[in-house]
């Protein structure tokens, strides 16, 4: 089976048709999408100007880091059930465009650097040179996956 017969397949399935056929649930699912990525890219941001020493520093780094990255993995499961209904309900429309796999990419690449940030915080009392490259890097790559994911509309699927 390859990736247009399991988007055939996926689109023909109870649930698809459920979410295809209810006439708020696509709205309502990339609302949620929409308003935890927005959510999601405030945690980042905010870690990121600490990393730079602009704000938050009256907390700890280390202090700072875990709860940030705590809600950033609490939005990152919000997004991948929501991405998964979108998924669902549009398969044709996701699972074979450039921009949907280019935003997994950047997706896979950002929490292997959010996962260092994290641990590196734990470690060091005062921000390295490193760690403020890495955390604009992070920032610029969720910039880049929220453009990628507004560009699955506009992009012709494979």
């Known amino acids: 089976m390859d990736i247009y017969e399991f ?6 399935t109870a649930p698809s048709q459920l979410i295809q ?4 649930a696509i709205p309502t699912i990339q609302s949620v999408h929409i308003l935890s990525l ?3 890219f405030t945690s980042a941001l905010l870690l990121s100007l600490r990393f730079a ?9 280390a202090q700072l ?8 993995w609490q939005l990152l499961v919000v997004l991948a059930i929501t991405g998964a ?18 935003k997994m990419g950047l997706l896979v690449v950002v929490v292997v650097l959010t996962l260092w940030l994290a641990s590196s915080a734990r ?3 005062k921000p390295t040179g490193m760690q403020l490259s890495v955390a604009t890097l992070a920032v610029l790559l ?8 507004r560009f699955i509309a506009y992009t012709k699927p494979y």
Do not use: H, K, M, Q
């Open 7 to 12: 988007g055939d397949w996926l689109a023909a």
């Open 21 to 24: 056929n209810v006439t708020w």
């Open 38 to 40: 927005a959510l999601l």
């Open 53 to 61: 020493g602009l704000g938050l520093t009256a907390e700890p780094l």
């Open 65 to 72: 880091a875990a709860r940030s990255t705590r809600r950033i």
């Open 85 to 102: 209904l979108l998924i669902t309900a549009e398969p044709g429309r996701t699972i074979t465009n450039p921009a949907f796999f280019l």
């Open 123 to 125: 470690r060091e009392e």
């Open 142 to 149: 969720w910039i880049a996956i929220i453009f990628a994911g």
